[in-house]
């Protein structure tokens, strides 16, 4: 196997890891998904296994329920309620070693063993109401020996005595309405309720032998001091009015919004820890706690969270909440959307005594707080959903149907807790996720294209002229100036050297903080490399200014710096590094010969989706691994790094990371350790003299195709029935009899690669050529007018051994997805080297820059005898100038690599 290590230099009975290092973690992913065969899949309809738009959960007995419906809108509303016994033998422990096998997704599990509301898994019919149907549910809740459903459209609470054991079994006993068939709401009476009557309830609960209800087209919590066993029996206890008959204005023009610590707005769910009652009260946009239980009618609440006092009830309120992010023309302060305070339509609040967790909906992300608050305000420690606490990837996006992920939760509408797992209902994509507490060792974007790891975004300024005494140039990054002014007459080198000095000395030495300055003195030019990698690099303002009458030209290459893009968006088959701490107890690489990459080295796995990785290498603080080929045609993969530690006993886990997947994200090996640009692994292609001619423009029967080699000519004459590709075969088939050259074809487009039959620099400048007739419609066209540029093939570009304009160079290269013809695809085999057509070619066009001209791409295809590696052959324009830090990049689609740099030297140009 040539193995990433000739190109790339490479860092040289189970005991689990204690509790107290766990933690849920803003951005973490979610470990587990159940009800849809992915994390991306979302896909509509109703079995055991295929939830549609969830809502309502609880866990008790290791038993999930699930609520398979919602009021939201969101489709499919199935009218039932799923339960999935014996879950902890249906989905893996976070510790457990997975086996490997072909599954897409391993842990993408759950098979529900009974359903309530429906005779069977694969019916969703809605049926008039009795004992044993349902119509939108909307909660559920358990203490593992009764259950209690939320029946929201039917105006009703059915309770079973005892956990249903068949399907569609009915329901003992119905609160809210006098028997099963009935279903007005608040009894007949219109808009005054009483204490037997409910209203669209939303919520429900059940701790130490009392039943909460949140009845929310009442505004109310309704309290039952012993769960009923009969029909109809009235509450004991209200909260959010004062009596069980107050008014609820219909009219939502006339209803005024009166936020107290003992009213309610549509309140949509009620729990309890057994010391503490949390309230969601919706229209308020906040939840309340109660520090002990209530014991009287509109008791106040003791604490709100969401908004800084019981008074007020605004969405996101953060001109009161949150801290300014700056200040605007007029001096007022500017405000984030959202901060880990606000809330926006929560939907859910569960406690386990004490940590709080709030399915914070309107803004698509849950609200972990690792102790339950005591004052008003209080911000969460962590957010699930999102990657910080001020952004919403969901609403910023223009395709909400097509964001599911496994890091993204869009208004999470229920939550449950088994002591490790958190379970949230996520509707629209219909599908719970299971966020699991572990150890934070990877940051959210740990896992990035190994070659590429940061892609930045980089600028330039070129001089031209000369520099008299008293010349001044100005360079300013955003809004801060460097100045540079000549003392006398003197050269460019003094000019550049001083303004790199003023931009990297500045702000005591730690130098400008939006860029890095690299002096290009062969090119009188300054390269601007910005600080932050990814794409905020590329509002990084550039411009330059010289004093009037100066015979200096001072031009930038734009007025921002560009180029920067994201290193974490991965394609398949890549090879990754995992960058963060304590993943391995030591380093280890994968042997050099081996055919097949290990799925475990010292101990150490790593899963993607469940799906276990390949390795190339694991150390401390990175894990070389490649992405599956079997995550293609997903938006994202959950990442997760298991270790056995040196004991051979002590397992420890990661928490699961989101990673993006996308179907091409180019990186380019460069040397490691250096500021980018960093100098790419770039080599020499060929020890013979070689050129290239294209066959391109239509095909008509008669006409003549032409290739010239000194004087000596090739010529096909095109018959019915011929393809461009036939066109370039015949006429390689022609030149192969030619006495000094040798010809094939190119994996890239249909081009015919001219190769001199001797070794050496003897057929360098030999001419060639391509034409056709006048009028003909096939084109024929040399790239250059004679074989160019033998070398040592293999050996490495340098400033010794610099490439020549006009020859073929080869570059390393990962992240270009799935290849063609097809069966070269059948030979991408995950973790296996590859041993398929070496003219194979990535099935997105490639096209590369070299210092600033275009370069043939000859073939950008699966290298053999590797694994994830790409060799990208590249034809160097013939009017490249001598530049020894010569820059380039390859792209596919809107992805672009990361810039390296390689010495050219053109020995034409007069240097």
Known sequence: MRSIALFVSILCSVVIVPAAEWS???????????????????????????????????????????????RLGAFPVNHRVLMFNNLASQIPSPEAELEVN???????????????????????????????????????????????????????????????????????????????????????????????????????????????????????ILIWNSIPTSNYKPADLVLGAPDFNTFVQPDLTKATIDAQANTLLTPVAVSSDGVHLFVTDLGHNRVLIWNTLPSRNQQPADVVIGQKSMTTAVANYVTELCAPLSTDADGKSTYPAMCSRTMDFPRFALSDGTRLFIADGGNDRILVYNTIPTENGAAADAILGQIRDTMNTVSDSADHEGIASSGVI???????????????????????????????????????????????????????????????????INDRSYKWKATEDTKFANLIDGLVTAINGANNGAGDPDVFATPNQTLFAIIFTARVAGEPGNGVGLTVTQTAGTTISATTSGATLTGGMDAAKIAPGTVVSILGTDLA???????????????????????????????????????????????????????????????GVTVSVTSAISVPVVPQNPGIYAEE???????????????????????????RANDVATITVEDRKYAYTVVAGDTLASIRDHLIELI????????????????????????????????IGGSSRDGDEVIITA????????????????????????????????GLGNVKPEEALYQQVTGIVYTGDPLNDPQEFVSSLAGGKTANVLSAGLLPGAVGLYQVVLELNSDLPTNPQTQMTIAQDIYVSNIVTFPVFNPNAGN
């Open 102 to 220: 072909f599954n897409r997704c391993q842990i993408c599990v759950g098979s529900a063993n009974l359903v309530l509301g429906q005779p069977d898994f694969e019916k969703a019919e809605l049926k008039a109401a009795s004992a044993t149907t349902l119509r939108t549910p909307g909660a559920i809740a358990t203490d593992g020996a009764t259950l209690a459903v939320a029946d929201s459209d039917n105006n009703r609470v059915l309770i079973w005595r005892s956990l249903p054991t068949s399907n569609q079994q009915p329901a003992d006993v119905v609160v809210g309405q006098p028997d099963f068939t009935r279903t007005v709401p608040n009894d007949g009476g219109g808009f005054s309720p009483n204490n037997r009557s409910l209203k669209g309830p939303q919520g429900v609960w059940i701790q130490d032998g009392r039943l909460y209800v949140a009845d929310a087209g009442n505004n109310r």
């Open 673 to 699: 350790g250096v500021v980018d640009p960093r100098p790419g692994i770039v080599l020499h292609g060929s020890s013979y003299a070689t050129g290239t001619i294209s066959v391109d423009g239509s095909v």
């Open 783 to 814: 790239t250059n007018s004679q074989l160019c540029c033998a070398n040592t093939a293999g050996s490495r570009v340098t400033v010794d051994n610099p490439a020549v304009p006009g020859e073929t160079i080869h570059v390393l290269a990962t």
């Open 24 to 70: 849920l973690t803003t951005g973490q992913a979610a470990r587990i998904v159940i009800g849809q065969p992915t994390f991306t899949a979302a896909t509509p309809g109703a079995s055991a296994s295929l939830l549609g738009a969830v809502s309502g959960l609880a866990y008790a007995n290791n038993t999930l329920f699930v609520v398979d419906s919602n």
């Open 410 to 476: 869009r208004t999470p509408l229920s939550l449950a807790w088994d002591g490790r797992n958190l379970y949230a209902s996520d509707p629209f994509n219909r599908r719970v996720m299971v966020f699991t507490m572990a150890e934070r060792r990877v940051p959210n974007t740990g896992v990035r294209n190994s070659a590429s790891r940061e892609v930045f975004a980089v600028g330039s300024v070129t001089f031209a002229g000369q520099v008299k005494k008293d010349d001044e140039v100005e360079v300013k």
């Open 585 to 647: 107890e030591g380093t280890a690489t994968a042997p050099e010969s081996a055919e097949q990459l290990p799925r475990e080295l010292a101990g150490v796995q790593v899963y993607f989706d469940g799906i276990r990785a390949p390795l190339y290498m694991v150390s401390p603080g990175e894990i070389r691994a490649q992405m599956p080929w079997e995550v293609r045609g997903s938006q994202s993969a959950n990442a997760v790094v298991r270790t056995v530690r040196r004991d």
């Open 736 to 767: 192969n009899q030619d006495p000094k050259v040798e010809a094939f074809p190119a994996a890239a487009f249909t081009r015919i690669r001219l190769r001199a039959r001797v070794a050496g620099p003897l057929y360098n400048g030999l001419a």
